[in-house]
């Protein structure tokens, strides 16, 4: 069998066309990462913020409130806001606002997944949750509708590497068939399940240590070694091995029902596209029928409505505030200057109006999304996408993680100046503002994930394997 293989690699060698398509996919691989690196670095200096100069403007702008403090001090004045200016808690709420951004990983150019539709930067102030409001669903869509975006590795490993394969073992045991040579393994004493897998896997073997290669050298040229740590690179490399052995599998299968060679290419081209083009298609419409979202106008007509009534009642509901706090109407003076507190009030009023058209879009969107988890297995595309994205950091639940987090932040940043406006109280304190530090989720998570993700694609690989072993049985070699 040594003798076998020996053989098999001098045919190998002399196969040019299987060395024109791999310079050719290594060439288009190596501009893909290029392209990924580029983008992620364009969106890494648009969100790098100076945080020296942040530093410098809260230190002047507290410099001034001291010194308006120790003014009053000295004129033994009382301590109460003005009607504007840095002691004020409304001004320091606007013009200190916080900022909480999504980092960006270096990984991340090797799979940008949607990750560019998503908004990593939210300014955190009193009114930020209104706001935000329109940017947090300002995508109605589903995750998994696909979109011709960033041209990434991602892209280059989840459609053209499959097409690599189909494309070099298509014709594999069948050309042999064809030319007469395949009788003379009879008399070998080997089963053709063998002589098909070890065909197969040398030249399998060939193309994912390509593909392998490939992610490594994605890995450093994206500056990404320590960040990514050994297992993250393990995991791309596990999830690109289990990809590609599905199709090696998928090919296999169709191998062993002894067609011809030009038969064998139709039905692996159209299997390529049934999985990777039409299913995802398919399950995505499936999600939005099932599960259909709110109407975007509605949501944005909601929100005007909204706004257009809370300002028309902002005059009652102050009063209402002022009967329910009556030790703040005796001020007369103050109450004219209320304006904050005006405002906090209408933005509750629109916020609690809102309400149930963002509960029903969010309901509907996890709908959808446990619709995809339950269907995913359906299609390799979605898979390894999404185990792809999970790995590098462009998951849609690292970006949730993230929403999650800015809307505890902002809760912070509510219960810190909310008191001080309700309560006329000064603001001075620029330097102790918290900043947001986005806590990332702990690698077992990202490999559990991952880990389920790539058993769904090795079910399948695995019952292509079984059923090409019993079809080989009464594989047939002559034509």
Known sequence: MKGFIRQEWRLVQRERSLWILLVVFVVVALY???????????????????????KAFLDSLEQVARKEEAKLVSLQKPL????????????????????????????????????DLHIKERLIRLDSEQKALEQDESDLRHPLKLKLGEFDFAFVIIYLFPLLILALLFSVMSGEKESGVLSLFG????????????????????????????????????????EAGVGRVVLLMLAVLVYGMFWVALVWFVLSFGKSPAVNALILGACWIALLIVLPSV???????????????????????????????????????YQAHPELAKDTLARDRDFAIKNLLAMEEVLKSVQPVREKFHAQRAQQAEFIKRVQWLSPAIVMQQALNT?????????????????????????????????????????????????????????????????????????????????????????
């Not at 893909?32 to 942040?54: F, K, V």
């Not at 099932?290 to 106008?297: D, T």
């Open 391 to 479: 790995i590098v950091g462009t998951s849609e639940e690292r970006y949730a993680e993230f929403m999650r987090q800015a809307r505890a932040f902002h809760q912070q940043w509510r219960r810190l100046f909310e008191p001080l406006i309700f309560q006329r109280k000064a603001f001075t304190s620029y330097t102790q503002l918290p900043e947001f530090q986005f806590q990332e989720e702990h690698f077992a998570e990202v490999a559990k994930r991952t880990l389920v993700l790539l058993m769904l694609m090795l079910i399948p690989t695995s019952l292509l394997t079984l059923g090409a072993f019993i079809r080989f049985k009464t594989y047939s070699i002559v034509l």
């Open 187 to 226: 008399v070998q004493p080997v089963s053709l399940f063998e002589i098909a897998k070890r065909k197969l896997l040398l030249r399998a073997a060939i193309l994912l240590g390509v593909a392998e290669a490939l992610v490594l050298i994605g890995v450093l040229w994206s500056d990404a070694r320590l």
């Open 80 to 115: 109460e806001p003005p009607a504007w200016g840095a002691r004020h808690p409304y001004f320091a709420n606007m013009r200190a606002a916080a900022t909480a951004t999504l980092p960006l990983l270096n990984l991340s150019a090797l799979s940008i997944g949607q990750s």
């Open 283 to 321: 399950l995505n419409g499936l999600a939005e029928v099932l599960y259909p979202l709110p109407s975007r106008v509605k949501y944005v007509d909601a929100m005007r409505e909204a706004s257009v009534e809370a300002e028309r009642r902002s005059a009652k509901l102050l009063e209402q505030f």
């Open 32 to 54: 893909a990462i290029y392209n990924g690196r580029e983008a992620i670095q364009r969106e890494q200096a648009s969100l790098m913020c100076d945080t020296h100069q942040r």
